[in-house]
């Protein structure tokens, strides 16, 4: 006998038909002996309809009254499914998160979990009955000590389900849902994307971030931090599905269920070497030649930024081994010769130093970057390159500087010595370059022009962002500079999420005013496809190998962002499926067996 949390999402109780189907799988579960705590979301697409009501009474609901309203969704559909058991003789009781003892942050729209009380839901479960939950919902002890209901932000009752596993030290998860599991890619978008078997958390919480909507990244968070077996299976078939697999977990701390320590480790690899191109001719298959030939030459190329900045050419930098520089700027003047970019410029610096930190904890936590970032600048690092993932952020800066770098990052994040490390070794060969694409189509891509190029200044600019709760994805600093060595200035790009983009300029604005002849500008709608892998560090041509891909396809890409296992690129929104496509194809990810989804698009 298995202690078991299900999870259904809105797809799988959409209607009474569908939610009597459900009643009987764990009435059937039941039977095979298992305790059950059953989790489920808002029938079909009533959180958005909800929220479409609300924005028709007001534009800027109090997000207090928002909670209210959108938790009534989950309300419904706990009530409808234990009646339902109930039809199928299984006591059942349902809960709100409330009842179930989810106690989470203040913070409306958007909290995170604290802890849960499991004190009820166990005396029921002893006694015999499914519980079945309110997903997404949670309630806070209030400014003044009153409860409040709280929701935990869109997609959060994957996250319930995980957090009650995790607190119940439950045998499994499963979440049930309208696909056979995790897929290479959306089958929505791409008609031949095939299920994996499994899939490591980091692996997915790079997808589920970057867009794949299947899993919510604060759930496979919560499993790789405390170990939660979790698998994504259909609520239509009794196929295994996929599952996700972590490395050790971690005992629940006290500091918050959802709010441990969120850097793990730190570490720095010397001996780098920054190449970069600046004024590039920005037309497909640019990118795609430069890395072909670079992997031609043998060379393994580790991070990739690209932008597009003013007079709408491209500048282009990369990381790899400082003794391959010398080898790495012949083969790029050769390419910039052969493609006639007479008026770009290209620059080598060896001696630089990767320093990064780790930890699932970053997901979603802006403050966590610029933390690292506001302490380089207090030892006045400049930062030379910048990258962030969900599990990691590196930053590339003078090698010189780098043990200082790496033990003030320690201190920072009460780092002990033994989470410090120096030159790690490199990833495992044999781990597949890319596993899944992904497509994001809820981001923009802004500019921030004329930001002096000294310490400090992507430090203020994340800073203030952070303060106001929003995340940068993809930084990217330009290599050409504007004005003389007084005040030399650089344009930074970044996307962030679309609803974020009017609070970002307010929050930027106070510090754009100190530098004079700043500004924040915003690009054209964009979309965002990436690839992820566990094994893309050490395989070389994976990135080159995209961006042929996309070059083949005639997609031209307006910024590329790499971390360790994913890279990120770009493109104009009404390319954003073709691209996927192309990408999916390019690293042959699709197969004969065709997967649908059962349920239909979220309205816009
Ligand atoms: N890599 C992927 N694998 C599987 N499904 C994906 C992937 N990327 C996006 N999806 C989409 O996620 C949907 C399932 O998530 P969601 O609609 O939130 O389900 P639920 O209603 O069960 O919560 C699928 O219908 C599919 O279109
Ligand atoms: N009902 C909430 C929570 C949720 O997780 O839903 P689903 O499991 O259908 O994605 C939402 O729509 O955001």
Not at 193 to 199: F, N, T
């Amino acid at each position: 006998m298995a202690l078991l949390i299900q999870k259904f999402g809105g797809t799988s109780v959409a209607d009474t038909e569908r939610i009597r189907a459900v009643a009987r799988r764990i009435a059937a579960s039941r039977e095979e002996g298992h305790e059950l705590v059953v989790v489920v979301s808002a029938m079909g697409h009533t959180t958005d309809q909800l929220t479409g009501m609300a924005a028709s009474l007001c534009s800027d609901p109090p997000r207090r009254e928002m909670d209210m309203l959108l938790a009534t969704g989950e309300q419904v559909s706990i009530a409808l499914l234990s009646m339902a058991l109930h039809a199928e003789g299984v006591p059942a009781v349902s809960m709100t998160g409330t009842q179930a003892g989810i106690i989470t942050e203040s913070a409306h729209g958007r909290a995170r979990i604290l802890e849960v009380r499991t004190e009820r839901l166990r005396r029921l479960l002893e006694d015999g009955h499914v519980v079945v939950v309110a997903g997404f919902q949670g309630t806070s002890s209030g400014h003044a000590g009153t409860p409040e209901i709280t929701t935990l932000g869109r997609g959060g009752s994957d996250t319930s389900a995980v957090a009650l596993a995790a607190a119940l030290g439950a045998d499994g998860c499963e979440i049930y849902t309208d696909v056979p599991g995790v897929l290479t890619t959306d089958p929505r978008k791409v008609g031949d994307a095939q299920l994996m078997e499994s899939v490591s958390c980091d692996e997915m919480l790079e997808l589920a971030s970057l867009g794949a909507a299947v899993l919510h990244p604060r759930a496979v968070e919560i499993a790789r931090n405390y170990g939660v077996p979790l698998t994504v299976r259909s609520s239509w078939s009794q196929a295994p599905g996929t599952r996700l697999t972590s490395g050790p977990a971690r005992p629940i701390g006290s500091e918050g269920l959802e709010l441990g320590r969120p850097v793990d480790g730190a570490e720095l690899e010397a001996d780098q070497a920054v190449l970069a191109l600046s004024h590039v001719p920005d037309r497909p298959g640019v990118a795609a030649t430069l890395f072909e030939a670079l992997g031609a030459a043998g060379l393994n190329v580790d991070l990739i930024v690209q932008a597009i900045h003013e007079g709408a050419s491209n500048d282009i930098a990369f990381t790899l081994a400082a003794t391959e520089m010398e080898r790495a700027r012949q083969v790029c003047q050769e390419v910039l010769a052969a493609m006639g970019a007479d008026g770009a410029q290209l620059s080598a610096e060896a001696g630089m130093a990767k320093l990064s930190i780790a930890g699932a904890g970053i997901l979603g936590r802006p403050g966590v970057a610029a933390r690292l970032f506001d302490t380089m600048a207090r030892l006045g690092i400049n930062l030379r390159l910048i990258a962030t993932s969900e599990v990691k952020v590196s930053c590339v800066v003078d090698g010189q500087l780098g043990a200082r770098a790496l033990r003030a990052a320690g201190e920072a994040f009460e780092l002990a010595d033994q989470q410090l490390r120096h030159d790690p070794p490199p990833c495992h060969l044999g781990d597949p370059a890319v596993r899944g694409v992904a497509l994001d189509r809820d981001q923009v891509q802004v500019s921030v022009r004329r930001v002096p190029d000294r310490p400090g200044a992507a430090a203020a600019i994340c800073r203030a962002l952070a303060d106001a709760g929003i995340s940068l994805d993809a930084i990217v600093q330009s290599e050409r500079t504007h004005g003389g060595p007084e005040d030399r200035r650089r344009d930074m790009s970044f996307t962030l999420r679309r609803d974020d983009r009017p609070g970002a300029e307010r929050a930027l604005a106070p510090i754009l005013r100190q530098w004079d002849g700043a500004c924040f500008e915003e690009g054209p709608a964009i979309a965002r496809v990436s690839a992820v892998g566990a094994g893309m560090a050490c395989t070389a041509g994976t990135a080159a190998r995209m961006f042929r891909s996309l070059a083949d396809a005639g997609i031209n890409i307006s910024l590329i962002a790499t971390s360790e296992i994913r890279t990120s690129c770009v493109v104009a929104e009404a390319d954003g499926v073709r691209a996927l496509q192309a990408v999916h194809q390019a690293f042959g990810l699709g197969g004969a067996t065709r997967h649908s989804a059962q349920g239909t698009e979220a309205p816009a």
